[in-house]
């Protein structure tokens, strides 16, 4: 169990379509709910050769900016305005990339609506 393993596949995340895809799909069982623990997102990682603690995974509070966190506290993300800010907290890309995924995210779920 490492930090590593997390990284990486965080990493792989970022890259991999249909990695994500399959995870969307298995924590929210085939959308009937709508949240995940973190011990469901665990165990999904587990299940790709990924071994790490919910504890390594869940984001210590010093960790996060005060913006972060109160989206965290907040439930913003049910707000769609906050979309891309909230992957982009997931995803941690390079600064000048931040903005970039709330821009496309009608793009996106034009594409989700096209293949459902």
């Known amino acids: 169990m490492s930090k590593q ?4 596949f965080r990493a792989r995340l970022g890259k991999d379509e ?3 895809s399959e995870m969307k799909r298995v924590l929210s069982a085939s959308g009937t709910k ?4 973190f011990d469901e997102l665990v165990e999904f990682a ?3 050769g990924y071994a790490f603690t919910a504890d ?7 960790d996060l900016s005060d913006s972060e966190l109160d989206r965290v506290v907040g439930g913003a993300i ?8 909230w992957i982009a907290d997931v995803e941690q890309p390079s ?3 931040r ?3 709330q821009l496309k995210l009608s793009e996106a779920q034009n594409l989700l609506a096209k293949s459902s």
């Open 99 to 101: 903005g970039r995924y």
């Open 78 to 85: 049910g707000d769609p305005a906050t979309y891309g800010e």
């Open 34 to 37: 709508s949240t995940a623990s």
């Open 5 to 8: 393993a997390l990284d990486a």
């Open 95 to 97: 600064s000048e990339f």
């Open 18 to 20: 249909a990695l994500r």
């Open 46 to 48: 587990k299940a790709q």
């Open 56 to 62: 390594e995974a869940v984001p210590k509070s010093a």
